[in-house]
């Protein structure tokens, strides 16, 4: 796995400002005393440091800054009824909580749908896909999103996926690290809060789907079993996953919400949170409070 360069990351045009923090390393003094026979040696090690640097390969950092001050990207679900959803009536109490719990970088609203409002990217920018595709196609254009935007300028990224939109992002992490066709190069993406995933399909009712993008999300899809070939999928630094799901989920099991092959202490099931409603995981103020753990990763 790739480390982390040791670098204060730079602010993509239109974010807000981001406090990335700063790590300092010893620096080795310097000597007359060093033979003269081991200065060729050191030149050489300088250059291929550089050309390392260069083409990918960092000095050894952390992988992971545990902070509330990265961007978090926010990803809506599947709508079964229209081809608009409003990303801020999604989202934007769960927002305003984790302002209150002390986040302070860039939110960003993601959506995908053609008529989707109040989010503050639409995914279509990035990708060919329709209303009715499967959320792997999205998935596509979510790592393109995330690179071009992000990762390209050494922005580490978290997600919070919201029933599909947790699929759409553990796809698109999965896809860019796989080197899969229409995939972006591996995404920085660090920390990835999952509600009410339908990670293994969602309830038994979707069985009776044939075509569209509900299709996708049945039980035995093939876009979710291509997922599943990989129960841990891992951004270009590494990634950390918590899967949250609700015994009072009529749409997604909790088995199915917490299925990734994370840590038990990454698995969270609440007794009667719905999928839907102002009361859903995005509404109540216990499952916010976790998320906000999980993209701070303060339990681990």
């Not at 260069?54 to 709508?79: C, E, Q």
């Not at 409003?86 to 302002?99: E, K, S, Y």
Request: charged share 15%; glycine share 12%; net charge positive.
């Amino acid at each position: 796995m790739l480390r982390r360069p040791v670098q204060r990351r730079p602010v993509p045009p239109g974010e807000g400002s981001i406090d990335a923090t700063r790590r300092t390393h010893p620096v080795a003094s310097r000597t007359n005393e060093r033979p003269i026979a081991a200065r060729p040696a050191a030149a050489l090690l300088a250059l291929l440091a550089t050309v390392a640097l260069l083409f990918g390969a960092t000095t050894p950092a952390s992988a992971h800054t545990a902070n509330r001050t990265k961007v978090v990207l926010f990803i809506h679900g599947y709508n079964a009824t229209s081809n608009s959803t409003d990303c801020g009536a999604t989202f934007n109490r769960m927002i305003g909580q984790l302002r209150n719990e002390g986040f302070t970088g860039s939110m960003v609203r993601v959506g995908f749908y053609s008529g989707d409002v109040n989010c503050d990217v639409n995914l279509r920018s990035y990708g060919s896909f329709s209303d009715s595709s499967s959320w792997k196609s999205i998935s596509k254009a979510f790592s393109t999103y995330v690179y071009n935007t992000y990762t390209s300028r050494g922005i580490a990224v978290d997600v919070v996926g919201y029933s599909m939109g947790g699929l759409i992002a553990r796809g698109g992490v999965y896809g860019a690290q796989k080197g899969e066709t229409g995939f972006a190069p591996p995404i920085d993406v660090e920390d990835v809060v999952t509600l009410g995933t339908p990670h293994q399909g969602a309830a038994w009712y979707t069985n009776l789907c044939l075509w569209g993008q509900c299709s996708s999300l049945k039980p035995g899809a093939t876009d979710i079993n291509w997922v599943n070939q990989n129960g841990n999928p891992q951004g270009r630094y590494g990634t950390d996953w918590t899967n949250i799901g609700s015994n009072g989920d009529a749409v997604v099991s909790p088995s199915s919400a917490t299925s990734m092959s994370i840590a038990s202490t990454a698995k969270v099931v609440y007794s009667s949170i719905p999928h839907t409603g102002s009361g859903n995981y995005m509404g109540n103020t216990t499952s916010t409070s976790r998320t906000g753990l999980g993209l701070a990763d303060l339990l681990r």
